[in-house]
C-alpha cells in the first residue's frame, strides 16, 4: 500500500548526542501528549469541550522530537504548531492546564475564551500558534526568522505544514521568500496522508513533498515521521545548519492521521485494515518504547513510571480548571486595539 | 520652512522614522535600488543598506505576513504595496492574521502598509483603485489616508509609531500636485484618528477624504464665488477609527452635509458616515445626507469613460447647490 511508505533515513544507530534523560525526556513528552488527548476526548464526550476537538493519534511522535531538537529556553528558538502538533508545544513549554482551559473556552485560557484548541503563543517560551487559514503562519515564521537574521541572532524558527496546507499561495510565497532571503527556518511537511477527506493525489502531482524543495532551491529530505529518533536527528541537523546561516531546509515527516479530521468526523473514507496496520505496526509511542526497551537504554519500570506521572499530571491539571468560569460576556469588547482598552456596548445595551 | 511635494514629504517621514528609530525597515517590490515604482524609496538603500530596505519577490501575501512576523518580535516594518491595487492580494493576511493578532493572542502587531492609490491618473482597473472599504470593515485594522503634504510626512510618522496596523493611503494624483511649506528639522505628526477642517463654513458641510478633498476645497471656492455659500470641508484625514466628534461638530454647525469620496459607492465609507449622523445627529440634519461618488463599475481607462465614472469638481457643485437648496 503506497501511504506505507518504508523509511526513507534510518534512525540513528546511537541516539544523535541524546543522553538517558534526554531519551526519557522525550518518551514523557510523546505519553504526556496522547494523555491529555485521551483526556480532552473524555471531556468533549461530556460537552465541557466547547468546539471540534482534533487528535494527533499516530503522528505525535514526529511533533514532539522535531521540536526537541529546538534550542529552547526564554527567548530561544521559536516554532508554529499546527492542530496536531499539540506535542510540539508541550515540549516549548506550554503548560497541559492551558491546552485543557483553552478546548473548553475558560475565561483564564491563554486567549481568554477568544480562541480555541491549540490557538495560542508564547513567544518567549518560544511558540506561535496557528491561525485556521493553512499556509499563513509560513510568511509569518519567515518573518520572524528575517528578523533573527537582521539582528544577528542566532537563532531559528520552526513551521508545521501539512501535506495538504502546501497547496496554499501562502506556502509558496512564504517558503521562496524565505528562501530568498536565506532566513534560519526549518519547515517541517507532514504526510499523514488526509488533508480532512482528501489524499495526498488530488491534492499534489508530486510523490513527495521533499520533492518540492527543489522548486525553491532549498534542501528537502523525507523521514520517516514515526520514527523519532529519526525526525530528531533530521530536525537537530536541519536545524544547525539554519543556525549556522545556511537558510531554509524542509523536512518531510511520513506520517498517519489516525482518526478524522475531528471528533466528530467518522472517516468513513479511511480503509479499515489501513488504519488497523498503522495502529498495530507502525505508532510512534509504541515504537519508540519498544526501541528504548530493546536497546537497553532504560528500563521497563522507568517508562511505567512517566506513564503514571503523566496520568496523574493531567488528572491534577484537569480537576484545576475543569470547573473553572468562562469569560464574561462584555469582556468580548477589550483589546481589539493597544487603546481605548475597551469598546463601548451598543446603545441598546443600556435601553 | 521649504516647499515640498506630498510625495517628498512621506519621502521625509519614513527617512526621518529610519533615522530615529533602527527598528524600522522597508520592505517591498523595487523598493531598494530601483527606489521604488513612484521613487518614494530612492536613496533609501544607499543610507541604510539592503538589510533595512528589502527588494522582495511579488508575493503580497509574504511581504505583509512576513512583516507581521518581524512586528511581533519587536520591529516596525513598512510595507509597501507597488500599487494598492495589489493589497488584495494580501487581503488574508491582513484581515485574518494582522488585524485580530492583539485581540486573539495579544501579540502587537506595529506594521504599516503603504501604498500609491487612487486614479485621475488613467491608470485603469487595476492600477487606480481605493481600497479602503475592503479594510474599513476589519476590526483590529486602522487606516489614515492623508490629503496635504503635511499630513503625508505627520502621519506616516505617527503610523510607524502606532502600536496598531495601520494601512497608510497615500493618493498618487497628489504625490507631485500638492505643494505645501514645511517647517525643517521639526517632529512633525498628525495624530491618528483626528480629522481636520480644511475650509470653514457656515451653510453646508462636505466630508471628504483623500483626492477628493482638493475637488470639495475647488468645489467651495466656486460655490462661494458663484452662489455665495459658505461651504465647510472637512478632510477625515483618518478613515478608522473615524472622528465622529469632528463629523458630528461640522453637522451641527451647517445642519446639511454632503459626503464625497472616489471610491464607489455601494458599500462605501460614505455609507458608514451617513448612518453615524443619523444615530447620532439626526436633529440637526435641515437636508437628506446625500453622496457623491464614483459609479459602482471597475474603474475604466479611456480618458471620456474615467472622467464620467469619477466624481469631478463640478459633480460636487451640482449636488452641493442642489442640497443647498432643500
Request: hydrophobic share 40%.
Amino acid at each position: 500500500m503506497a501511504s506505507r511508505a518504508a523509511p526513507t533515513a534510518q534512525s540513528p544507530p546511537v541516539p544523535g548526542g541524546l543522553t538517558r534523560e534526554q531519551l526519557l525526556d522525550i518518551y514523557r513528552y510523546l505519553r504526556l501528549t496522547r494523555t491529555l488527548e485521551e483526556r480532552l476526548v473524555a471531556l468533549y464526550r461530556q460537552s465541557k469541550v466547547i468546539g471540534g476537538l482534533f487528535r494527533s493519534l499516530g503522528q505525535e511522535g514526529e511533533s514532539v522530537a522535531s521540536a526537541y531538537a529546538l534550542d529552547r529556553g526564554p527567548n530561544r528558538d521559536i516554532l508554529s504548531p499546527l492542530i496536531r502538533n499539540l506535542g510540539s508545544m508541550l515540549v516549548m513549554g506550554a503548560q497541559p492546564i492551558q491546552i485543557l482551559r483553552q478546548y473548553m473556552a475558560k475565561a483564564e485560557s491563554p486567549t481568554r475564551g477568544r480562541e480555541l484548541n491549540v490557538h495560542f503563543n508564547d513567544l518567549e517560551r518560544g511558540y506561535l500558534g496557528q491561525i485556521s487559514h493553512l499556509g499563513d503562519m509560513v510568511p509569518v515564521m519567515a518573518g520572524i526568522a528575517l528578523t533573527f537574521k537582521l539582528r544577528g541572532e542566532r537563532r531559528v524558527g520552526l513551521v508545521y505544514i501539512g501535506d495538504g496546507a502546501t497547496s496554499t499561495g501562502t506556502f509558496h510565497e512564504g517558503l521562496n521568500f524565505a528562501a530568498v532571503q536565506r532566513v534560519p527556518l526549518v519547515v517541517i511537511a507532514e504526510y499523514n496522508r488526509w488533508a480532512y477527506s482528501t489524499p495526498p493525489e488530488k491534492q499534489f502531482a508530486v510523490k513527495d513533498l521533499a520533492e518540492k524543495a527543489k522548486g525553491y532551491g532549498i534542501p528537502g529530505v523525507t523521514v520517516d515521521g514515526n520514527d523519532v529518533l529519526a525526525v530528531y536527528e533530521a530536525t537537530r541537523s536541519a536545524v544547525e545548519r539554519a543556525r549556522a546561516g545556511d537558510g531554509v531546509h524542509l523536512i518531510e515527516v511520513k506520517t498517519y492521521r489516525r482518526k478524522g479530521h475531528a471528533e466528530h468526523d467518522d472517516q468513513h473514507y479511511v480503509p479499515k485494515d489501513e488504519l488497523d496496520w498503522w495502529a498495530k505496526e507502525n505508532d510512534p509511542v509504541d515504537r519508540y518504547a519498544k526501541r528504548l526497551r530493546q536497546s537497553e537504554w532504560v528500563e521497563e519500570r522507568e517508562l511505567q513510571a512517566i506513564d503514571g506521572q503523566a496520568k496523574a499530571e493531567i488528572d491534577q491539571a484537569t480537576d484545576a480548571c475543569v470547573d473553572e468560569p468562562l469569560p464574561p460576556g462584555a469582556s468580548a469588547l477589550a483589546g481589539v486595539y493597544a487603546g481605548p482598552p475597551a469598546l463601548p456596548p451598543h446603545w441598546y445595551r443600556s435601553l | 520652512m521649504a516647499e515640498v511635494t506630498y510625495l517628498e514629504a512621506l519621502r521625509q517621514g519614513l527617512w526621518e522614522e529610519m533615522e530615529r528609530d533602527p527598528s524600522v525597515f522597508i520592505l517591498g517590490e523595487d523598493v531598494g535600488a530601483y527606489g521604488g515604482a513612484f521613487k518614494v524609496t530612492e536613496g533609501f538603500t544607499k543610507r541604510f543598506g539592503e538589510e533595512r530596505v528589502i527588494d522582495t519577490p511579488i508575493s503580497e501575501a509574504a511581504i505583509v505576513g512576513a512583516a507581521a512576523g518581524a512586528a511581533h518580535m519587536g520591529m516596525r516594518p513598512v510595507a509597501e504595496m507597488q500599487f494598492i491595487d495589489f493589497i488584495s492580494c494580501a487581503y488574508d493576511m491582513l484581515t485574518n492574521y494582522v488585524a485580530t493578532a492583539r485581540y486573539r493572542a495579544g501579540l502587537a502587531t506595529p506594521i504599516v502598509v503603504r501604498g500609491p492609490c487612487g486614479g485621475y491618473v488613467r491608470g485603469g482597473p487595476f492600477h487606480s483603485q481605493n481600497p479602503e472599504a475592503a479594510f474599513f470593515h476589519t476590526p483590529g485594522l486602522k487606516i489614515v489616508y492623508p490629503a496635504t503634504a503635511r499630513d503625508a510626512k505627520g502621519l506616516i510618522k505617527a503610523s510607524i509609531r502606532d502600536d496598531d496596523p495601520v494601512i497608510y493611503l497615500e493618493h498618487k494624483w497628489l504625490y507631485r500636485r500638492i505643494k505645501e511649506q514645511l517647517p525643517e528639522g521639526e517632529d512633525l505628526l498628525t495624530p491618528i484618528g483626528e480629522a481636520r477642517v480644511a475650509r470653514e463654513g457656515k451653510d453646508l458641510s462636505i466630508v471628504t477624504y483623500g483626492a477628493t478633498v482638493w475637488k470639495s476645497l475647488e468645489a467651495a471656492e466656486q460655490l462661494a464665488k458663484d452662489d455665495g455659500l459658505a461651504v465647510e470641508v472637512l478632510d477625515l484625514r483618518t478613515l478608522l477609527p473615524m472622528d465622529d466628534t469632528a463629523i458630528m461638530r461640522t453637522v451641527e454647525k451647517t445642519n446639511k452635509v454632503l459626503i464625497v469620496h472616489e471610491d464607489t459607492r455601494t458599500g462605501g465609507v460614505a455609507g458608514e458616515i451617513a448612518a453615524r449622523i443619523n444615530e447620532q445627529a439626526f436633529a440637526w440634519l435641515d437636508g437628506p445626507i446625500m453622496r457623491v461618488t464614483a459609479h459602482d463599475v471597475p474603474l475604466p481607462y479611456a480618458p471620456t469613460l474615467e472622467d464620467f465614472v469619477l466624481p469631478q469638481t463640478e459633480d460636487i457643485v451640482k449636488a452641493a447647490r442642489w442640497l443647498a437648496a432643500y
